[in-house]
């Protein structure tokens, strides 16, 4: 029998499950696809910075923690398993085209409040960071601390590691159900039997409610989706992550260029559509317009798991004292997944955990969960 099963095969699994593995606990990661392949695949890899000693809300306390994880979990993946995740921090611009000049003065204060380095870029200062950039910047700012990640190295290199530590990966296995007795699960239901552990963890992103709902824990997670396109042109014409809002470009640093992302509730359809893309086409060109003589290389879309208030459910089911949830990340699942294992594991092993984790409690909508996710957490996979 295994000491706790994870439920999903993400990066918030296999990071939970590598977590708890280093403990010395036994671990298997329960997956109904391949594992890795679903938003934390999709996703861009952006990982804004933070600053512990000034972060003040929950989420800037959560994202702070994971920032000082990302260098030394990277070095690590890559001592330990050969495989190099492509963590760099190339620094970050969030500009604005047209629009007032002082737009994002409010944003520059809240980073200087958070204590995260931050510089204001006026004139050609602009163009001097990225001179591919449309002439008509309006206002922009620099956060050198930024960084990125490469998605599915990031995940290749979390399951060899997990297999190094003998947990127990299993695709193709879904979980349908708990079994509930004297406020324990005692056991799940899945597409290849009937699975005992210790302790038991949800991390299943945006499918996390249907089993969560089921058991009457009130968990609100829905899928909204996201589609990139990828593009490719050397010389690469950006060297930061470019942020305009929700929109943005990932330069890879090998000439490929990421640019993100729709925000479609759409349910569990994956699909890419003729209107994602040619919104994401025409924010690239209007912003970037050296990307017109880009190649188009593909595009892909993912579910993230949105949950009701943007933060994660982190923590202790009321129903059963041995399952806990690990899910809901939203837009920021990669940046926040190595303070999420550090967290979770220290909850589930009895430890003190590095953060109060109130803020991010399955039942902080306790009473008041918000209607609209009805529908699309019982929505079929
Ligand atoms: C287009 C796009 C861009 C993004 N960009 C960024 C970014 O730049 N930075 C960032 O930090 N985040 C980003 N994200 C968000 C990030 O990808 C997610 O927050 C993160 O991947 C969530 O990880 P997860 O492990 O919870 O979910 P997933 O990766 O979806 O993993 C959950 C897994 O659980 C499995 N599962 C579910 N139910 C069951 C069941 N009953 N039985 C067995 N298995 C089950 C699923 O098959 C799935 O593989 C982006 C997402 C998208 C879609």
Redesign the pocket.
């Known amino acids: 029998m295994h000491d706790i099963i994870i439920?999903?095969?993400?990066?918030?699994?296999l990071s939970l499950a590598c977590e708890l593995a280093g403990e010395g606990t036994k671990v298997a990661v329960?997956?109904?696809?391949g594992i890795g392949?679903?938003?934390?695949w999709?996703?861009?890899?952006?990982l804004p910075p933070g600053n512990p000693d000034g972060a003040r809300t929950p989420e800037a306390r959560l994202r702070a923690c994971s920032h000082v994880l990302w260098a030394d979990l990277s070095a690590r993946l890559r001592e330990e398993t050969g495989i190099d995740n492509g963590f760099r921090r190339t620094g970050g611009l969030e500009v604005r085209i047209g629009g007032p000049v002082r737009a994002l003065e409010d944003e520059v204060a809240a980073w200087r409040a958070e204590g995260v380095t931050v510089e204001p870029l006026a004139g050609r200062a602009v163009f001097e960071r990225e001179g591919e950039l449309h002439p008509e910047v309006t206002s922009a700012y620099r956060l050198p601390e930024m960084g990125q990640v490469r998605n599915p190295r990031h995940l290749k290199a979390l399951a060899a590691l997990a297999l190094l530590r003998n947990v127990s990966l299993m695709p193709g296995?879904?979980?349908h159900r708990f079994e509930l007795a004297r406020e324990k699960a005692v056991a799940i239901e899945t597409s290849a039997g009937r699975c005992t552990a210790g302790q038991f963890v949800v991390?299943?992103?945006?499918?996390?409610g249907r089993?969560l709902n089921d058991i009457g824990c009130p968990v609100a997670v829905r899928p909204l989706r996201?589609q990139?396109v990828l593009l490719s042109m050397l010389p690469t014409p950006l060297s930061h992550v470019v942020n305009v809002g929700p929109r943005y470009f990932v330069p890879r640093g090998d000439g490929r260029v990421l640019v993100?992302?729709t925000e479609e509730a759409a349910g569990f359809d994956k699909s890419t559509t003729a209107g994602g893309v040619a919104g994401l086409m025409d924010f690239s060109l209007a912003t970037v317009p050296a990307l017109a003589r880009a190649t188009f290389e593909r595009c892909w879309a993912?579910?993230?798991?949105q949950s009701a208030d943007g933060l994660p459910y982190l923590g202790r089911v009321p129903q059963a004292d041995n399952l806990f949830v690990a899910?809901g990340?939203?837009?920021?699942?990669?940046?926040?997944s190595p303070a999420t294992a550090l967290l979770m594991s220290q909850l589930i092993l009895g430890r003190e955990t590095r953060l109060p984790l109130e803020p991010y409690s399955v039942t902080r909508h306790a009473g008041r969960r918000p209607e609209f996710f009805d529908q699309e957490t019982h929505s079929p996979g």
Not at 7 to 13: E, F, L, N, S
Not at 42 to 46: F, K
Not at 329 to 336: E, N, V, Y
């Open positions: 439920i999903g095969g993400g990066v918030i699994g329960l997956e109904k696809g392949q679903e938003s934390s999709a996703g861009a890899g952006i296995t879904e979980v991390a299943g992103g945006a499918w996390s089993l996201g990139i993100g992302a993912g579910l993230r798991p899910t990340h939203f837009r920021a699942g990669l940046q926040l």
